[in-house]
């Protein structure tokens, strides 16, 4: 164990005995003692505890997740925002939110997409070029932190768009987006997204097939077998700055089953990926042309196919020249695939909805929605299989599936809908169970040091509200998971919170498993899109990463480099070049320099805007509302607005934030003279 592991361990062992102290005369039923008299000095707590009618268990659970004022939380949880195409970042244990991350979507605080050429340029390159329009908003499903030796290093954050095929970069140096990625022959996005142990890849799948070989694009679904394929996706990772690198990157045409969750390789399993996959009938729908609706099409068969894919085999398939290139994408085609043996299915229950790797390597759990077994596949198991010919027979495209009862080294009965799985640090894994409302505790094999007695066995389980889908762990998808703490994400909230009308909001649920049975800690409203999955890393792994200013005044925003506009005060400026007027502007507390800009009408004018800020928090805006334009600079931070002056006038601008007492006197004038 690891000396952050046993210090934050620690901390929480006194925690918990401080807890159990407090809540001794509840324990004992003395009402007037509910928290035992006299233990704080300047507070009653006991009078806190009757006023509210807490219980015992509810008292120990507000003190174990209250953080005080001015006292950080001890992990982040970078969750995604769905609908809202954003990510949000909230603290553990206090389940506060602190930061939203714009993404997919334009954000007005932070001036995402409102003005700032950096912001409209992400969205314009991120966006499919078949659209007219830059795409303006998302559905952030998997985010992915990045990682060295299998664990999370603090450096980057990746998430999909489900909706329409793209991916992001998030720089965790100022927790702003970096780069979106329309990624080729994908028209949706759903397994994964997963980081490489050492992030030499992020990998993301098709969860819908599309017609990728037509030229125009269209096929009909009478002939879905045949012109309907899918893709997953290698993209290669700049060390460097995180970016995707397009020209060494690679993909695997996949038969067109629909690619659900996915999952890499570590330790014992290093190399390999697993997707699983549903509808293996290629049911299409057509309710109004006589066929059954999809979701009765898509359970017809007893089994679907988890795919397993050979990355390390692959990625010198590439290297070797076997491969077509497809819209700027090197793929390597499902023939090639078969023929190079990087591509293996293995039976897996049918209408699964998770696949997740254990920290050792050693296992890949999936579950189906329609059983209520967790299955556990061994890579010892699956290696051998492959090695030794042990296959049950081919799909109709040619790839062949490895005997079940070869592969499968366990099933455990877990409830009634299992979905998604995490795992601690004692060999324990965690299930979300959809259909029952709950979580389920069950323990791995020996492999993960469980001895043979305890293995495979469930060993708890808690009710949750309502109806989870994912759930995260700290450090739950590393080879390095803690044994603390556990968020259930429920889709449903139903009565758990005041009602605020007929949309209502989703319900994280912090639950503590540092003991032997679970115990649910807090409930956290989300009212925010429809957030999906989340990873949650100790705090201590981003202390020396992330900047609470720019380290240098006039940094650029996107490359996080000397910005060649930047400007100091005193070389603040107004340059005019025939139809082009340059504004170099200096922003301070609580002025802009220069703060009257005189253009003609018809003229273009860019305003470089540098935060000559050096504390911490002393963010400023920009906003000129005639002209739809809105900004934000953090200390130190160099970016451009630019307009086209087709509006005469006369125009302020401001400062949006709250800066100085001073704030309101923040302001300047754009004059537009008539042509």
Known sequence: MSSETTSRTGWMTSRTGLVLFLVLGLVLGAVGARLGAGVASGGDLAAVANQRGLTGEQAQAALATFVAPGEHDDYLIFASGGHSGQVHVIGVPSMRLLKTIPVFAPDAWSGYGFGADWTEELLEEGSDPAQN???????????????????????????????????????????????????????????????????EYVHISAKTPAPMWAEDGYA?????????????????????????????????????????LADAGKLASDGWAFINSYNTEMAVGGILEGREPLEQGAITNDFDFLHIINWHKAEQVVADGK??????????????????????????????????????GNYITVSGKLDPNATIYSIERIEAAIENGDIEGHDPFGVPILTFDSVVEAQVELGGGPLHTQYDGDGNAYTSLFVESAVAKWTLGPEAGVSEGDAWQLVDKIPVHYNIGHL?????????????????MNKWAVDRHTPVGTLHPQNFQLIDVSGEEMQLLKDMPIGFGEPHYAQMVAVDVLADTVWTTYPEVGMDTLTLEASPVATTYDEARIEVNGDVVDVYVAVLRSHFKPDIVRVKEGQTVNFHLTSIETAQDATHGFALPAYNAQASLDPGETLTVTIEADRTGSFAFYCTEFCSALHLEMQGWLLVEPA
């Open 220 to 260: 009909d679904l009478d002939d879905y077998a045949e012109e309907f394929r899918s893709a997953s996706t290698f993209l290669s990772v700049d060390q460097d700055t995180g970016r995707f690198l397009p020209e060494e990157s690679f993909q695997i045409e996949l038969p067109p089953y629909n690619q659900d």
């Open 323 to 360: 491969y077509v290139e497809l819209n700027g994408m090197r793929i390597i085609t499902l023939d090639t695939a078969i023929e190079e043996e990087l591509l293996y299915f293995a039976p897996e229950p049918r209408n699964p909805h998770g696949v997740d790797v254990s920290p050792d």
């Open 133 to 199: 329009d830059p795409l303006l908003w998302g559905d952030t499903h998997h985010p992915a932190l990045s990682e060295t030796d299998g664990d999370y290093d603090g450096r980057f954050l990746y998430i999909n768009d489900r909706a329409n095929g793209r991916i992001a970069m998030i720089d965790l140096r100022d927790f702003k987006t970096k780069q979106l990625y329309d990624i080729p022959n994908l028209q949706s996005s759903h397994g994964g997204v997963f980081a490489t142990p050492n992030t």
């Open 472 to 488: 995260v762990s700290s450090h739950g998808d590393t080879v390095n998971p803690q044994t603390d703490y556990l968020v259930a």
